[in-house]
Nanobody, 126 residues
């Protein structure tokens, strides 16, 4: 059973930075593409970024390009999302997610994910 536990959310002023993390267990982390989703109140869940299981290939949704950076530490089974130049519209619950199948990468396909964490709240004040 895959377990994903996020940490590092909080309240930050517009223009500030946050780094959120996701500790994983229950699968061979290095073989799985990982990603971050977010969901704001009244909105659908949105795929923010993905990082392939190999080669460091990444995808970012247009609204965060140049501001967010996804990374992974395979030795520590941990996923990170560095968020810079935060805006009020980035306010949401951020959840990490794992692909359903190992050794695969489909860029921006949200349907490839099969497990999600509970999420961590990120609030950006104006």
């Amino acid at each position: 059973q895959v377990q994903l536990v996020e940490s590092g959310g909080g309240l930050v002023q517009a223009g500030g930075s946050l780094n959120i993390s996701c500790a994983t267990s229950g699968h061979t982390f290095s073989r799985y593409t990982m990603g971050w989703f977010r969901q704001a109140p009244g909105k659908e869940r949105e795929l923010v970024a993905t990082i392939a299981w190999i080669g460091g290939v990444t995808y970012y949704t247009e609204s965060v390009k140049g501001r967010f950076e996804i990374s992974r530490d395979n030795a520590k089974n941990t996923l990170h999302l560095q968020m810079n130049s935060l805006k009020p519209e980035d306010t949401a619950v951020y959840s990490c997610a794992s692909y359903s199948s190992p050794n695969t990468y489909y860029s921006s396909n949200p349907n490839a994910f099969g497990s999600w964490g509970q999420g961590t709240q990120v609030t950006v004040s104006s």
